[in-house]
Each structure stands twice: as structure tokens, then as C-alpha cells.
């Protein structure tokens, strides 16, 4: 175990590992129950991309915990879900084979400039300002999804206004977030995930902890052959690029999903790897030198871009590395033992999907709140007092939670990092390759507006 994960190098142990990775699983397993639901409005058999959804995410976080040692999560992305659904299926008119055939193309673009180190030189061209801006947005981005999926912001009126006291979901969550504050105030060992449970726990007789009807494992696999390997077929990439007439917008679908996801990833790792230790200077320093995969911050990049046609080929969206893996971080992880406890997790979960799905989002939420008021400390790093590097930064951090997006709050915080540079003169101050990713996001905005 210490050879394969070098707890005592990465200054961790086995049982903080543990509890790490039960605490990310805790945080992202309503992604088991919510994926098929959501998918399954496109046509795809529930069942299906249920199986669908762990195996990508038991695959995907093993590749990441055994080959890039990092305690990161994977498994199909919010958002990007609701994409292939809404946008690509609904308003484009593509069916769910074909826009599984784009996510599979999606992740061999990411595979593609992962080894030509495209997305390492990206890393490597942000200024280490705005690095600390996406770092506290990360934060900011990780406490409001606590928020959202608890319900504490009622949009209801079409006035963000504080949700009523009365609904006893809002009232788990407040004795939740006060119960793992205090824990973690006295520093008691694996508070975040005792605050999980205990919530979890208490929510059985106030009616919120209940368990769901779910479809049984021997039924979800008479349904996966619907959904594997179908973008192989007939109906997959073969009629993808059947029609001439729809080729530039299959290819401008294919860039959003691509810039997306590779810009959530990078946002992900810069935000939590950093503060943590996870992805050092040392680290930085050996993927300037490596010609090969040898530092963390490769393998973890080309971890997160093989999961996605691995997750296409069984019948899911996006697979991406989850910001909730946050909360395991938060709670210590530290090395790949975390992310193989998550797949394992995942595997178990197959079998238990009705007792996994009884967590509530009020048990999770106060863990993900916590855990976004431990990253904001990055913002300590930005000179506030100086306008010029106030604007992206501001920008970068808070347009995350307001945008629901890693990737818009990045963009935002390119285009006003350069405007910022242009007006002070200080052109030859951006890196290349940043104005060739603002010129895309500015360009994706475009699209997606005509589409």
C-alpha cells in the first residue's frame, strides 16, 4: 500500500485515505440517480445509463487514484449532462446516439491535446493571480452547489430570496452545517464525514433521509446492451456525418463540449491541487521538464480525458473530474488510495442504489459548504488593493457560482485579463496561449448564441 500510494511521502494514512474518499463518495453519489433520470428524457433506457454512470465513474477514478496517485473523482458531469440533453438533443434535433458519438469524439480531442501537452501548456500560461482567483471561486462554486441542491435559495418569486424556514429539508441542513462546524472546530478526525452521516442519520425522523425506488441490478443489465457500444453502430457516428448540411454544427457542438470539459478540469485541479500540496511547485517544475506522463498533473490530465470516451462507449455524458472530490481533499485525502475507496464505492452502489440514493442533499450540502469556505483562503493571495488584477480575478472567482460553470468563470476572467493588459500596455504580459483560449471561449460564446 505505502510503495503503490506513498502515504507517508504525501504525509497521510490509510485510514485519513479511507475516510477521504468515503466522504467524496458521500458528496457526488447523487449523481447515481440524478445522470438517468436526466439522460433518460433523451430517449436512453433508465436502467442502462444507470450502469452507464458507474462504470464510467468506477473506470474513470480508478485510472485517476492508480495511475496519476491524486485523490480525484470522475463520473459523468452536471452540466455538461444537461447540454447533451436540452441543448444538443431538444433544441438541436440530434438523437442520443449521435450525441453520445460527440462525446466520444469530445474525449479523443481531450486525449489528443493531453498528449501533445496542450493542456499542460495551458495550465502553464495562467497567471499565478488568476490561479488563486479560480481556487477561491472553486470555493465559492463548491459551497453555492451545497446551497442549490438544498434548496436555501428560492427562485420562486424571480427574486433570489432565502427559502422558508418551514421545509424541514432547510432545517437538516442548518443542524447539519452547525454540527460539522463544530467539529471541525474541536478538530475532531473525520469530521466532514461524521457530519454527513449524523445528518444523514437524524434526517430518518424528521422524513427527509428516505429510501428511493430504483431499478434492480439484473434489469439495469438487460438494458445496458440499448446504450453500449451503440455509437458504433448505424445510428451512432456513422449517422453523424451522413448529412453534409449538418457537419459545421456537429463540429461546433463537438468544440463546446470539448472546451468545456477541458476547462472544468483544469479549473478543478487548479483550484483544489494547489492549496492542498497535491500538484507542488515541484510537481509544476517536473511537467516543464518531463517529455513523458512522469509528473501528477500529466496522469491526472490524461486520466480525466480518457474517461470520457470510456464513458461514451457504455452510454453516458461526459465523464469529467468532479469538484466535489473537494470535500475528500477537505477531509485529507491526499494520494489515489481516496479515489480508489470513491470507485469502490461506485462498484458497491450497483447493488445498493436505493439505500445509496437515501442520503439526502441536506446530508452532503453542509459538507460541500464547509469545504468551499476552506478553499476561499486563496483570495488571500490577490492583491485586492491593485484594480488592475482586482477585475479578472473578481470576475474568475465569482462569475463560477453565478454561471453555474468552471469553464464561463474562467472565461471571464481570460477576456478581462487581457482588456485589463491592453489598456495598461502591457500586451507582451499574455501568454500566447491565453489569447488563443480567450479567442475560443469568445468564439464558443458566439456560437452557442446562433445555435
Partial sequence: ???????????????????????????????????????????MEWGAVFLATIISAVIGTLIMGLVANVPYAQAPGMGLNAFFVYTVCFTLGFTWQQ???????????????????????????????????????????????????????D???????????NDPAFGLFLIGLALTIVLLVLKVKGAILIGIVATALIGIPMGVTVTTEA??????????????GAI??????????????????????????????????????????????????EDEKAMETSTGFKSKMDKALFADATATSIG????????????????????????????????????????????????PFA?????????GVMMMSAFKEIQWDDFDEAVP??????????????????????????????????IRDIHPILWIATALFVLNFILLALI
Fill in 1 to 43: 500500500m505505502e510503495k503503490l500510494f506513498q502515504l507517508k511521502q504525501n504525509g497521510t494514512t490509510v485510514g485519513r485515505e479511507i475516510m477521504a474518499g468515503l466522504t467524496t463518495f458521500f458528496a457526488m453519489a447523487y449523481i447515481i440517480a440524478v445522470n438517468p433520470s436526466l439522460l433518460s428524457e433523451s430517449g
Fill in 215 to 228: 431499478i434492480s441490478f439484473t434489469e439495469a443489465c438487460r438494458q445496458l446492451p440499448s446504450t453500449f
Fill in 363 to 371: 446530508a452532503t450540502a453542509p459538507a460541500l459548504v464547509v469545504v
Fill in 232 to 281: 458504433f453502430t448505424s445510428e451512432g457516428l456513422v449517422s453523424l456525418f451522413a448529412d453534409a448540411s449538418k457537419i459545421p454544427l456537429v463540429l461546433i457542438t463537438i468544440f463546446s463540449f470539448s472546451l468545456s470539459d477541458t476547462f472544468d478540469t483544469i479549473g478543478t485541479f487548479i483550484g483544489t491541487g494547489r492549496r492542498s500540496g497535491i500538484f507542488s511547485d
Fill in 393 to 426: 480575478a473578481f470576475f474568475a472567482g465569482v462569475f463560477m457560482a453565478l454561471c453555474y460553470s468552471i469553464s464561463y468563470g474562467i472565461a471571464a476572467g481570460f477576456i478581462f485579463y487581457c482588456i485589463t493588459k491592453i489598456c495598461k500596455k502591457q
Fill in 155 to 165: 427562485f420562486s418569486s424571480g427574486v433570489p430570496a432565502l427559502a422558508k424556514l
Fill in 99 to 153: 450525441a453520445l458519438s460527440m462525446v466520444f469524439i469530445c474525449g479523443l480531442i481531450n486525449i489528443l491535446i493531453t498528449v501533445t501537452k496542450v493542456r499542460k501548456y495551458i495550465i502553464k500560461a495562467i497567471p499565478r493571480s488568476l490561479q488563486n482567483a479560480i481556487g477561491g471561486g472553486i470555493g465559492i462554486f463548491v459551497a453555492y452547489i451545497g446551497l442549490l441542491n438544498v434548496g436555501i435559495i
Fill in 312 to 359: 461514451a462507449i457504455f452510454g453516458t455524458s461526459n465523464t469529467t473530474t468532479y469538484v466535489e472530490s473537494a470535500a475528500g481533499i477537505g477531509a485529507g485525502g491526499r494520494t489515489g488510495l481516496t479515489s480508489v475507496v470513491v470507485a469502490l464505492c461506485f462498484a458497491v452502489s450497483a447493488f445498493f442504489a436505493t439505500f445509496v440514493s437515501a442520503v
